[in-house]
């Protein structure tokens, strides 16, 4: 029982696990989407604690990790010029493009801001009319409404020197991507919360139905995240495969109508490649034509960047659920937070810096003593 | 980035024609835009990400996620000085100080937060 005494509730924990071992009868892979559920799950042994019948998988939910490279160079260019405030979240200073990264950039002279909100960014173009001030706006589902919001303010003020470097993805293209995938071995879903809060459940029934996996909406913390395998490997058991929410404090089935009209109207869809994975189609969002004079990609020439990923890199394979970020020879050796390879070891959300953090000491001897420490 | 945490709004007001709230996460304070949820009242809590709250959440279910971050150190993580935790990842020093307008750091009250 590692960890067990973190919980805030340990009985009502060993009474979701007791449940979880009493229905479970062969094995069974979930995946969980969201990388701040896979940091969860690391941080308290939840995969250690499960039956081992129950193979938890790391899907490809951490908006950073999953930014193309190619949008990291034209950050990285947009950001080292004189004339430009580039404001991004703090957790793209460091994520390698090719060479180097935003917090590199800064040193070298470049204006490159970390701010909480977007709005913030906006802040900062009013209040500096002479410069250009551009936002890095990535991320999933719950990020995008804000950011879209932003854009709107931008126009409705007449803010004219802020523009947004857009790179935002949408998770069920991505569920469809892996579940089409030859090699797949995912059987159920555990669905991310927060982009559930914005964009309620409805996609989710169709991918349900075509790929008969049951999708379970599930909460961040250790007992939702038990409480959503629970609600798997139940549904599995049963030959079931529906869409079911454990996470209704947080989740309306119609999420956020507001926030979801405001995405429609900044935002259109469009393919998106992810980091390691390769372009899927209707997977990301591009500002709107009507937002056209907002989109830094057009204000800014930034097209021709050649890239080049680390051949060692394997995160595309963690991403997908392929290969556990422990199985990569590369992997606290040739790649620490200090020294990353990939997004997936820098990311305060990424799979491999999750395991980075909570497992090294797992690490065969010699390579955990090359390993720099972190913490 | 991902994390969306809860808070419970303190006051509200509108700003440039937006409805803006401040916002207590454990002992940091924060301005929100409530545009997305604008029946939310001084005293309620909800779910909120980069600055926007999204989903409103009952008082017990705040409390416990907010104890539950502040335990595990996350609301560091979310709300702590980004540049400093990136000069540390990276073995380097701390960059020195931020432009003047530049989002202060919040007010963590890490000691508050810790001693909830």
Same mark, same amino acid.
């Given at each position: 029982?590692?960890?067990?005494?973190?919980?805030?509730?340990?009985?009502?924990?060993?009474?979701?696990?007791?449940?979880?071992?009493?229905?479970?009868?062969?094995?069974?892979?979930?995946?969980?989407?969201?990388?701040?559920? +896979?940091?969860?799950?690391?941080?308290?042994?939840?995969? /250690?604690?499960?039956?081992?019948?129950?193979?938890?998988?790391?899907?490809?939910?951490?908006?950073?990790?999953?930014?193309?490279?190619?949008?990291?160079?034209?950050?990285?260019?947009?950001?080292?010029?004189?004339?430009? &405030?580039?404001?991004?979240?703090?957790?793209?200073?460091?994520?390698?493009?090719?060479?180097?990264?935003?917090? /590199?950039?800064?040193?070298?002279?470049?204006?490159?801001?970390?701010?909480?909100?977007?709005?913030?960014?906006?802040?900062?173009? /009013?209040?500096?009319?002479?410069?250009?001030?551009?936002?890095?706006?990535?991320?999933?589902?719950? +990020?995008?409404?804000?950011?879209?919001?932003?854009?709107?303010?931008?126009?409705?003020?007449? &803010?004219?020197?802020?523009?947004?470097?857009?790179?935002?993805?949408?998770?069920?293209?991505?569920?469809?991507?892996?579940?089409?995938?030859?090699?797949?071995?995912?059987?159920?879903?555990?669905?991310?919360?927060?982009?559930?809060?914005?964009?309620?459940?409805?996609?989710?029934?169709?991918?349900?139905?075509?790929?008969?996996?049951? &999708?379970?909406?599930?909460?961040?913390?250790?007992?939702?995240?038990?409480?959503?395998?629970?609600?798997?490997? !139940? /549904?599995?058991?049963?030959?079931?495969?529906?869409?079911?929410?454990?996470?209704?404090?947080?989740?309306?089935?119609?999420?956020?109508?507001?926030? !979801?009209?405001?995405?429609?109207?900044?935002?259109?869809?469009?393919?998106?490649?992810?980091?390691?994975?390769?372009?899927?189609?209707?997977?990301?969002?591009?500002?709107?034509?009507?937002?056209?004079?907002?989109?830094?990609?057009?204000?800014?020439?930034?097209?021709?960047?050649?890239?080049?990923?680390?051949?060692?890199?394997?995160?595309?394979?963690?991403?997908?659920?392929?290969?556990?970020?422990?199985?990569?020879?590369?992997?606290?050796?040739?790649?620490?937070? !200090?020294?990353?390879?990939?997004?997936?070891?820098?990311?305060?959300?990424?799979?491999?810096?999750?395991?980075?953090?909570?497992?090294?000491?797992?690490?065969?001897?010699?390579?955990? !003593?090359?390993?720099?420490?972190?913490? | 980035?991902?994390?969306?945490?809860? $808070?419970?709004?303190?006051?509200?007001?509108?700003?440039? $024609?937006?409805?803006?709230?401040?916002?207590?996460?454990? $002992?940091?304070?924060?301005?929100?835009?409530?545009?997305?949820?604008?029946?939310?009242?001084? $005293?309620?809590?909800?779910?909120?990400?980069?600055?926007?709250?999204?989903?409103?959440?009952?008082?017990?279910?705040?409390?416990?996620?907010?104890?539950?971050?502040?335990?595990?150190?996350?609301?560091?993580?979310?709300?702590?000085?980004?540049?400093?935790?990136?000069?540390?990842?990276?073995?380097?020093?701390?960059?020195?100080?931020?432009?003047?307008?530049?989002?202060?750091?919040?007010?963590?009250?890490?000691?508050?937060?810790?001693?909830?």
């Amino acid at each position: 029982m590692k960890y067990i005494d973190e919980f805030q509730d340990p009985e009502l924990a060993r009474r979701l696990l007791d449940d979880i071992r009493a229905t479970v009868t062969r094995p069974w892979a979930l995946m969980e989407v969201c990388g701040g559920q +896979t940091h969860s799950i690391i941080r308290h042994g939840i995969d /250690q604690l499960l039956p081992d019948e129950v193979e938890l998988i790391h899907g490809p939910g951490c908006p950073v990790c999953v930014t193309p490279l190619e949008v990291i160079d034209k950050a990285l260019e947009i950001a080292s010029r004189p004339e430009v &405030i580039f404001c991004s979240f703090g957790d793209m200073l460091r994520v390698p493009g090719t060479g180097r990264d935003l917090f /590199q950039v800064r040193g070298e002279g470049g204006d490159v801001r970390v701010v909480y909100s977007p709005l913030d960014a906006l802040r900062i173009a /009013q209040r500096n009319p002479d410069r250009e001030v551009v936002f890095f706006g990535i991320g999933f589902e719950t +990020t995008a409404p804000p950011n879209a919001m932003t854009v709107h303010q931008a126009r409705k003020l007449g &803010i004219g020197n802020f523009s947004m470097l857009v790179s935002h993805v949408r998770v069920p293209p991505a569920i469809e991507a892996i579940m089409s995938s030859p090699s797949c071995r995912v059987q159920g879903f555990l669905a991310a919360g927060h982009v559930c809060s914005v964009m309620g459940v409805g996609e989710y029934p169709e991918l349900a139905e075509r790929f008969r996996v049951p &999708i379970v909406v599930t909460g961040f913390e250790p007992l939702d995240i038990l409480e959503g395998v629970r609600r798997a490997v !139940r /549904q599995l058991e049963r030959g079931e495969h529906t869409v079911d929410n454990a996470y209704a404090r947080a989740v309306r089935p119609e999420g956020n109508p507001a926030a !979801r009209a405001m995405l429609e109207d900044v935002f259109e869809v469009t393919d998106r490649a992810w980091r390691g994975i390769g372009v899927i189609p209707d997977s990301g969002w591009r500002l709107s034509s009507k937002y056209r004079d907002h989109d830094a990609e057009h204000r800014f020439a930034v097209g021709g960047i050649r890239t080049v990923e680390p051949a060692e890199c394997r995160s595309g394979e963690v991403l997908q659920g392929l290969l556990k970020p422990h199985e990569c020879e590369a992997f606290g050796t040739l790649c620490t937070p !200090r020294t990353p390879l990939g997004a997936t070891m820098v990311s305060s959300e990424g799979a491999c810096a999750a395991y980075y953090l909570y497992r090294r000491l797992d690490l065969p001897a010699a390579k955990a !003593r090359e390993a720099s420490p972190v913490v | 980035m991902c994390l969306a945490v809860p $808070g419970r709004v303190l006051d509200i007001e509108e700003r440039d $024609g937006t409805r803006m709230a401040t916002v207590d996460f454990g $002992g940091v304070v924060k301005e929100v835009c409530l545009e997305y949820l604008p029946d939310l009242r001084v $005293g309620e809590y909800a779910i909120v990400h980069v600055g926007f709250a999204l989903q409103r959440l009952d008082e017990e279910s705040a409390r416990q996620t907010l104890e539950l971050f502040a335990e595990l150190g996350m609301l560091q993580e979310e709300f702590g000085d980004a540049w400093e935790m990136a000069a540390a990842e990276a073995g380097v020093e701390p960059v020195t100080e931020a432009p003047a307008d530049e989002t202060p750091v919040a007010e963590v009250l890490a000691e508050e937060v810790r001693n909830r």
